[in-house]
């Protein structure tokens, strides 16, 4: 594609990706001044449409960003009334009293929401200070300037034949250039990727960590409901298999969140994370609450785990990297959407001082600094101990000693340090051979379902005559490598049936990408033990389109 000549747009700041932290970004950009020139560049067909998170919303990014936002019409409709953690055997359950938590566990004055309706109403915000915004716009390639710095991107190409080539019906799209270019791509963005690989952002910090999180949408029984009700669950079904847990969320119209977090560090290649979650709602305690409901809506989504010490560079030379292409969700409270909102907003003033003082494409190590030692740095370095703890001695020993370390930090000290997590995700996988295979229950069509019957209530759409968007560095490596070594766990990782491995009689094993069907988790770019698969974007709208996730 290096070779087509494409118009080019000019502008002050290039957004890429329509969620908390670019919005937040462009929003404070023209808060500052309004004569900046800001686009918002969004994969998905709308802003939303790919955005999917618990969503338990701590207020204070809002709070900072548009303060008066209650009088705005922000969705934040249903104030957290109780707070229940409970850990599940596979026949009942024990309440985790709440009082030997630390203060910042309690989810007092927050909100339950859909983050792609918060987001949705982050855009409208944002148009009206004059931010463009596009969507349906994948950004595929970043632009560079003569001396290696980014100064844009590609956005908008379409049409192209099967095999990436050029044909009659290609639209080229065009370059947009930026003094600067904020990536706010959401978890293992491609762009952001290629950004920290090129500049080395990773060197001298651990490595990502990642979790799957899935969720679904209920309609329940409205005697069950109860607006405003958290409850977060660990233990069963996972036991011993991997580490995560599960949230079930009472928001308005009785409906219910019911989601489920694998942590992408498990060794067994035989899990199979989906089944994972539908055998979680046969618990008691969840298949009463489900009874006589209906899900109405299934999404998938992975979630950067690593904390304070995975957080890459933030900077490089005319780009800066936002929200969750950085990592910066605080694993114990399951929450990073303020965090998201508060880069943003620290990019933002950065890079508003950096042009006004006549800068452009250099690193705005004055963002770097806010994120590291203000309120994003001090949330996360509290418990940056809690997943290395808890990948390292299990469930039950990270319980006590991540909840005493987070008491010290509140005081300003840690018994343990800064933990490491030592292997990536891909790296933590097993081989088959040493593991048990694991026998999971089928989908009873009421509770639980088949993922290819979830994925159709996710909207899913990719237009099938342009080139797979989910890339293998050797086509050979699936048959050949992961299907004798690890029993070919793209089969199972991957949430929405994309990868399977097609056996015909007489025949050799045959991997067939059902990309069709990608609700663009990432979890393959992320867990693949030998990283042969590369997740791009697709063309532009393509995807999932998510309501109310």
Same mark, same amino acid.
């Given at each position: ?48 449409a790919h955005i999917l998170s618990g969503a338990v919303l701590d207020p204070c990014g809002l709070d900072a960003l548009i303060p008066d936002w209650k009088e705005k019409g922000a969705p934040l409709n249903v104030p957290v009334r109780e707070d229940n ?28 929401? %859909? ?130 847990? %599960?949230?079930?969320? &009472? ?210 759409? &990719?237009?099938? %005559?342009?080139?797979? &968007?989910?890339?293998?560095?050797? +086509? ?13 766990? %793209? ?28 609700? &663009? ?7 693949? +033990? ?20």
């Amino acid at each position: 594609m290096a070779e087509i000549e494409r118009e080019a747009m000019e502008y002050d700041v290039v957004i890429v990706g329509a969620g908390p932290a670019g919005l937040s970004a462009a929003i404070r950009l023209k808060q500052l001044d309004a004569d900046l020139n800001v686009v918002v560049l969004e994969k998905g067909s709308e802003v939303g449409a790919h955005i999917l998170s618990g969503a338990v919303l701590d207020p204070c990014g809002l709070d900072a960003l548009i303060p008066d936002w209650k009088e705005k019409g922000a969705p934040l409709n249903v104030p957290v009334r109780e707070d229940n953690f409970y850990m599940l055997g596979e026949a009942g359950q024990i309440r985790i009293p709440n009082w030997p938590m630390p203060p910042l566990m309690d989810n007092h004055g927050n909100y339950i929401v %859909s983050m792609g309706n918060v987001c949705r109403w982050m855009a409208e915000q944002a148009e009206e200070l004059g931010v463009e915004i596009f969507p349906g716009m994948s950004c595929s390639e970043l632009v560079y300037d003569e001396n290696g710095g980014v100064k844009g991107v590609v956005a908008g190409v379409f049409g192209l034949e099967p095999d990436g080539s050029i044909g009659p019906n290609t639209e080229p799209g065009m370059e947009l250039h930026g003094k600067y270019v904020f990536l706010s791509e959401g978890v293992r963005g491609s762009l952001a990727k290629e950004v920290i690989a090129k500049y080395d952002l990773q060197k001298g910090k651990e490595p990502q960590k990642f979790g799957l999180g899935m969720k679904e949408i209920w309609e329940i029984d409205p005697a069950k409901h109860k607006e405003g009700s958290v409850t977060h669950t660990m233990g069963w079904p996972l036991g011993s298999n991997a580490g995560g847990g %599960s949230f079930i969320y &009472h928001l308005d119209n009785n409906q219910v969140y019911v989601g489920f977090v694998v942590h992408l560090n498990y060794q067994n290649p035989h899990l199979f994370p989906y089944m994972e979650f539908q055998r979680f709602k046969h618990h008691p305690m969840v298949a009463e609450l489900l009874k006589g409901g209906k899900r109405v809506a299934y999404g998938a989504r992975a979630i950067s785990e690593g904390g304070y010490q995975s957080m890459p560079k933030m900077v490089a030379p005319g780009v800066a990297l936002l929200g969750c292409s950085v990592g910066m969700v605080n694993v114990p409270r399951i929450k990073g959407n303020h965090n998201a909102m508060l880069s943003g907003k620290a990019a933002a003033e950065a890079a508003h001082e950096a042009i006004k003082a006549g800068r452009a494409s250099d690193e705005l190590t004055a963002y770097e600094t806010e994120v590291r030692e203000g309120a994003i740095g001090q949330d996360l370095k509290k418990v940056r101990n809690v997943k290395p703890m808890w990948s390292k001695w299990g469930l039950t020993a990270s319980l006590a000693l991540g909840g005493l370390d987070m008491w010290t930090n509140t005081m300003g000290f840690s018994l343990f340090g800064t933990m490491g997590h030592g292997k990536t995700d891909a790296q933590a996988t097993g081989e088959a051979s040493k593991f048990k295979t694991i026998d999971y229950p089928k989908p009873d069509g009421k509770l639980s379902f088949d993922r290819l019957t979830n994925v159709s209530f996710s909207m899913t759409n &990719h237009e099938e %005559s342009q080139p797979a &968007h989910l890339k293998l560095k050797d +086509p050979e490596v699936p048959v050949k490598v992961n299907l004798p070594k690890y029993a070919g766990p %793209s089969a199972r990782y991957c949430p929405a049936g994309v990868y399977e491995f097609v056996t015909e009689e007489g025949q050799e094993p045959k991997f067939v990408i059902n990309f069709q069907n990608c609700v &663009h988790c990432k979890t393959c770019d992320i867990k693949d +033990p030998v990283q042969n698969i590369v997740w791009t974007v697709p063309q532009g709208g393509d995807g999932p389109n998510y309501p109310n996730m």
